[in-house]
């Protein structure tokens, strides 16, 4: 199993062009997340997906779109890039098959390798 | 909302204990406490989680204590592969109604020969 496949691994962007970050997840799970990390930060939660169909906001949800394409695939959208946006985005998944979901094995994150993006 | 707070750095030599503190003093009574690890700029590593009693696998030891405010991470015999940045964490509500996990800053631990 591939786990969580991020792609790109690197982009440049210039001030106020678009790209997508895709994310996916080959374990089943029904919850995807996009995490960004700034220099010498912790994580900060963009946006989750509980389950396949639905979306909501995180910690820092402005200037980003996601879209829960299907059970395994989570995008993340900048529609006009800044360079507030520079910063390393993780996506991750979770969720135990079966699991009540107040089972606490639910928040075992896995995470993909991370995309570096540089906004000029 | 329970949030936590972790020392920024500690050091450790090698084959000796890491014991990495967190307080929490603010998390309820069903509210658990997990902890990853971040190494270099890969994606974090879930290590362990805790509810109220001492938990053990075959990354590390996690003890919580009576009153719940506070845990402690245990590396038995770290290495320098265990250098990282270790986060303790807790789940925060959010308006779409469920609790996530919310990263803070962690630990930089440091392994030294």
């Known amino acids: 199993n591939a786990g969580v496949t991020q792609t790109p691994k690197f982009q440049v962007l210039k001030t106020g062009q678009s790209m997508t970050l895709q994310c996916a997840q080959d374990m089943n799970h029904n919850s995807m997340y996009w995490y960004r990390q700034d220099p010498g930060m912790g994580l900060r939660l963009i946006y989750y997906s509980a389950s396949e169909g639905t979306t909501d906001k995180g910690e820092v949800p402005n200037g980003y779109n996601v879209s829960r394409l299907n059970k395994r695939e989570f995008s993340l959208r900048l529609e006009s890039a800044a360079p507030s946006q520079t910063s390393v985005y993780f996506c991750?998944?979770?969720?135990?098959?079966?699991?009540?979901?107040?089972?606490?094995?639910?928040?075992?994150?896995?995470f993909g390798s991370g995309t570096q993006l540089s906004v000029l | 909302d329970a949030k936590t707070t972790q020392p920024p750095s500690m050091d450790c030599a090698e084959g000796r204990a890491a014991n990495l503190p967190c307080n929490h003093s603010t998390i309820s009574g069903n509210e658990y406490v997990y902890w990853y690890r971040q190494i270099h700029s890969q994606g974090p590593q879930y290590i362990i989680h805790?509810?109220?009693n001492n938990e053990t696998n075959e990354m590390a030891s996690l003890i919580i204590t009576e009153d719940r405010k506070s845990s402690t991470l245990i590396l038995p015999h770290a290495t320098l592969r265990d250098t990282a940045v270790y986060y303790c964490?807790?789940?925060?509500?959010?308006?779409?109604?469920?609790?996530?996990?919310?990263f803070g800053a962690g630990t930089r631990l440091a392994v030294h020969p």
């Open positions: 805790g509810l109220k």
């Open positions: 964490i807790v789940k925060v509500r959010f308006s779409g109604g469920y609790n996530k996990l919310i």
């Open positions: 991750a998944s979770s969720g135990v098959q079966g699991a009540h979901r107040l089972d606490p094995l639910n928040e075992k994150l896995f």
